[in-house]
């Protein structure tokens, strides 16, 4: 058997992005999901839980929701206790908005400007300020009963959003940076939610039960409102989001190990046409103090944002977490962090566990050779069960 162990360094450098469309979960940030429920009731259906969220960067876990990139992939904005918070790497977290009650930021394309919902004036509607906070300026006007989730258009110069013109029935809205040109471009008695821009095409990606009543359908639809397409033969799944080459759609919906009485999500990545489907995982980062009462589940992962390309380096310190095959004195998996904790720390083992040792004779004596090397990532290598070093068989030896 294979003994694996962790190296720590420090570094003074993060590299914060590369090409897009890698069909990886680590070019997603995403919200992470712990649950926690009553050990007296868990296993049963109306076992009611209570949801803990962070958001999973590739340089730390930090408590809030709704993560998005900076254009520059510099910096990710999200929110945390009802406010608006921008962090990189290389700078502690700056608190946008005072307001409280303001949810699903948006970075424009250009990097000028942040499109969020508030409810500052007494119900929700759509703002914009410029990306250091100032210029928080309305830009619906009870245009809609709800509004929700804006997203730019390539050019920044229009945003779609989820509203309900008519209570109760969900549809996509368009309009203007300057909240100029508002139009209803579906009126479907479904549900119609969660627009995407597409940074190639100009179409708007977004989710749908107008094809099956009971289960949300990926979807297309020209911005002018024209040709609803779904993706491929029927695509499950909400909160969509584009690679920036709009090669790839990530979304999530419930991974494949869900179970009722304890739901867990996961994200997933398609081709535009339906094609590649791909379950990535994703998962939250489960810590904090419970006491022997509280049965503690991993709730998976929703609201994946792509980082977008870059060749930028950003300063600032970082721990390095390297796992190292003893046998051949290999290193199976690398990962930096800026937090550098225990469940960073556990990231290189997860690219190193799944690798196979296969037992061959030399000298009369068994020896383990290592398979012979990929292009693919470690991360994405997918084996047969047998002969293989799990993930719980390494972990359990470090």
């Known amino acids: 058997m294979s003994q694996v162990t962790t190296a720590v360094c420090c570094a003074a450098v993060i590299l914060t992005g590369r090409a897009a469309g890698a069909q990886d979960i680590s070019d997603l940030t995403y919200?992470?999901?712990?649950?926690?429920?009553?050990?007296?009731?868990?296993?049963?259906?109306?076992?009611?839980?209570?949801?803990?969220?962070?958001?999973?960067?590739?340089?730390?876990?930090?408590?809030?929701?709704?993560?998005?990139?900076?254009?520059?992939?510099?910096?990710?904005?999200?929110?945390?206790?009802?406010?608006?918070?921008?962090?990189?790497?290389?700078?502690?977290?700056?608190?946008?908005?005072?307001?409280?009650?303001?949810?699903?930021?948006?970075?424009?394309?250009?990097?000028?400007?942040?499109?969020?919902?508030?409810?500052?004036?007494?119900?929700?509607?759509?703002?914009?300020?410029?990306?250091d906070g100032s210029n928080v300026a309305q830009l619906t006007r009870q245009f809609a009963v709800d509004v929700a989730r804006p997203a730019w258009s390539p050019d920044s110069t229009r945003l779609a959003f989820t509203c309900q013109v008519e209570a109760g029935n969900e549809d996509i809205c368009v309009m203007n940076r300057d909240g100029s040109g508002f139009r209803r471009i579906t009126s479907d008695p479904a549900s119609d939610i969660h627009p995407a821009w597409s940074p190639t095409d100009g179409r708007i990606l977004f989710a749908t039960t107008r094809f099956d009543a009971a289960t949300p359908l990926l979807a297309t639809i020209g911005a002018d409102g024209s040709d609803v397409m779904a993706v491929g033969s029927g695509v499950t799944g909400r909160l969509p989001a584009w690679s920036a080459d709009g090669a790839w759609i990530a979304f999530s919906w419930f991974a494949p190990d869900s179970v009722d009485y304890s739901p867990r999500y996961g994200l997933y990545a398609v081709r535009p046409d339906g094609t590649a489907l791909a379950f990535l995982g994703g998962g939250g980062s489960i810590g904090g103090a419970f006491n022997a009462d509280v049965v503690v589940v991993d709730g998976g992962a929703v609201d994946p944002a792509w980082m977008p390309p870059t060749d930028a380096l950003v300063e600032g310190p970082a721990t390095i977490f390297a796992a190292i095959d003893h046998c051949t004195a290999e290193?199976?998996?690398?990962?930096?962090?800026?937090?550098?904790?225990?469940?960073?720390?556990?990231?290189?083992?997860?690219?190193?566990?799944?690798?196979?040792?296969?037992?061959?004779?030399?000298?009369?004596?068994?020896?383990?050779?290592?398979?012979?090397?990929?292009?693919?990532?470690?991360?994405q290598w997918r084996f047969p069960e047998r002969d293989c070093v799990s993930r719980d068989d390494v972990v359990a030896r470090v």
């Not at 409280?100 to 703002?127: C, K, L, M, Q, Y």
């Not at 720390?345 to 296969?358: I, K, N, S, T, V």
Request: glycine fraction near 10%.
């Open 331 to 379: 290193c199976v998996g690398i990962h930096a962090a800026r937090c550098g904790d225990r469940f960073e720390a556990l990231e290189p083992l997860r690219q190193g566990g799944p690798r196979p040792f296969r037992w061959t004779r030399r000298g009369g004596r068994p020896r383990p050779r290592a398979p012979a090397r990929s292009r693919q990532r470690l991360s």
């Open 31 to 131: 919200t992470g999901l712990t649950f926690t429920y009553s050990a007296e009731c868990y296993g049963q259906m109306l076992c009611l839980g209570t949801a803990y969220t962070n958001i999973v960067t590739p340089w730390a876990v930090l408590s809030g929701v709704e993560p998005t990139w900076s254009p520059d992939a510099r910096r990710v904005v999200f929110i945390s206790g009802g406010d608006v918070v921008v962090t990189s790497p290389s700078a502690d977290r700056v608190v946008l908005t005072s307001t409280h009650g303001n949810s699903r930021p948006a970075w424009s394309p250009d990097g000028s400007t942040i499109a969020f919902v508030s409810t500052r004036t007494g119900r929700a509607e759509i703002h914009v300020m410029n990306a």
